[in-house]
Structure formats: structure tokens, C-alpha cells
């Protein structure tokens, strides 16, 4: 069975400073791994995704993650928040093969000026 | 621009009526989905349509009907409205492998009195 798991239900940070979003997974085989951001009132967007390439995937937007499969890992960060992040964040796991996408709870990020 | 249609944006039903949400992509994609979005649950999966002609429960299907009118157009309808139904629904498409993600729309925000 696959889940993914999503620490902290809301996370805030500085403008400026370092954002980290985590998110645990788990998978019987190589996952494909995702993150979505959704501002308010719209849709997901997707951020960047893992495939089996390069363990660490650049994004839009300055976001970046690292696929670590000793730790089920495939945490979001950024180095410096912008005002502009504010919105919620989604890890969603699938695998080879799988009809579908499963998605985390989510993330709020809120950036304090 | 190219992507998911989805209407209406927004929705008020009483208890016991019924419904149909609309979806379309252009993006000549072979699978689509209905999630809905409940604050502190992330993203439920209600059905999906792997392919033109095939639909196929997913995690919260009750209450919910769905067709798959074309490739294109994919539909859920309420038959009989309930409160617990009050969600924000959205309509997702991919390519055939999820390695690609989903696109999404941008969602129909329903309330049941």
C-alpha cells in the first residue's frame, strides 16, 4: 500500500529565512513522488516531481527536494521564503503501474514579514 | 489556454437535490479523476477513468455517480445531496502513466444546506 505522510499541518516562517516541508512516504517499490502547491481559491499546481532520475529535483519557484530512500523521505525546501509562498503545500505518492496518485494532508505555509 | 475545465465554481444545493459536476481537458489525456477536499483530510479520491469507457471507484465513491462521456469530459453527479457532501471538488487529468502527475482544475466549491 502506498501513503504519504505530512508533518506539521502548519509551518511558519520569516520572509527570508529557510523553508523546510516534510513529507514521508511509503511504497513497496520506487515511488514517483510529487509536490503541489495551492493558492487560495485554485487549484493544485504542480511544483516538481521525482521519477527515478536525479534524487534532487529543482521546481518552480526556487523550490527544490531530495528523494532520500533511506529514510522514505522527499522533504520541500526553499532557502529563502518570499511573501509570495504563502499557500498550502501537498506531497501525493504513486508507484509503476498505480491507477492513481495518493495525496498527504497538507501543508500551510504561512510567511510572517 | 490548455488544461481542466471545470463548472460551475460554485454551488449551493438543498438536502435531496441533485447535480452534475462538469469536467473537460484538451490535453488529449487518457485518464481522469474526481477528488474532493475537506479541510485537515487532503485530497479523496471519489472515481477515476483510466481510459475512455471505463470508470472505477475510488476511496469515497458513495453518494457519487460518475460518466465518462468522451475522452475528453468527465462528470459527477450527485443523485440526492447531503451536508456531508459539502466539499470542494476538483477534476484531475493525466497521461496514462501517473510518473506524469495530474493536472488539475480549478475546482467547484459546493455547499448542501
Known amino acids: 500500500a502506498q501513503s504519504v505522510t505530512q508533518l506539521g499541518s502548519h509551518v511558519s516562517v520569516s520572509e527570508g529565512a529557510l523553508v523546510l516541508l516534510r513529507c514521508n512516504y511509503s511504497?513497496?517499490?520506487?515511488?514517483?513522488l510529487f509536490w503541489y502547491v495551492q493558492y487560495p481559491n485554485q487549484g493544485l499546481q504542480l511544483l516538481l516531481k521525482?521519477?527515478?532520475?536525479?534524487?534532487l529535483v529543482k521546481g518552480i519557484n526556487g523550490f527544490e527536494a531530495e528523494f532520500k530512500k533511506s529514510e522514505t523521505s522527499f522533504h520541500l525546501t526553499k532557502p529563502s521564503a518570499h511573501m509570495s509562498d504563502a499557500a498550502e503545500y501537498f506531497c501525493a505518492v504513486s508507484k509503476t503501474g498505480a491507477n492513481n496518485l495518493f495525496f498527504g494532508t497538507g501543508t500551510r505555509l504561512t510567511v510572517i514579514p | 489556454n490548455a488544461g481542466v475545465t471545470q463548472t460551475p465554481k460554485f454551488q449551493v444545493l438543498k438536502t435531496g437535490q441533485s447535480m452534475t459536476l462538469q469536467c473537460a481537458q484538451d490535453m488529449n489525456h487518457n485518464s481522469m479523476y474526481w477528488y474532493r477536499q475537506d479541510p485537515g483530510m487532503g485530497l479523496r479520491l471519489i472515481y477515476y477513468s483510466a481510459s475512455e469507457g471505463t470508470t472505477d471507484k475510488g476511496e469515497v465513491p458513495n453518494g457519487y455517480n460518475v460518466s465518462r462521456l468522451n475522452k475528453r469530459e468527465f462528470s459527477l453527479r450527485l443523485e440526492s445531496a447531503a451536508p456531508s457532501q459539502t466539499s470542494v471538488y476538483f477534476c484531475?487529468?493525466?497521461?496514462?502513466?501517473?510518473?506524469?502527475?495530474?493536472?488539475f482544475g480549478s475546482g467547484t466549491r459546493l455547499t448542501v444546506v
Open positions: 484531475a487529468s493525466s497521461e496514462s502513466r501517473t510518473q506524469y502527475g495530474y493536472t
Open positions: 511504497s513497496s517499490v520506487p515511488p514517483y
Open positions: 521525482y521519477t527515478s532520475a536525479a534524487t
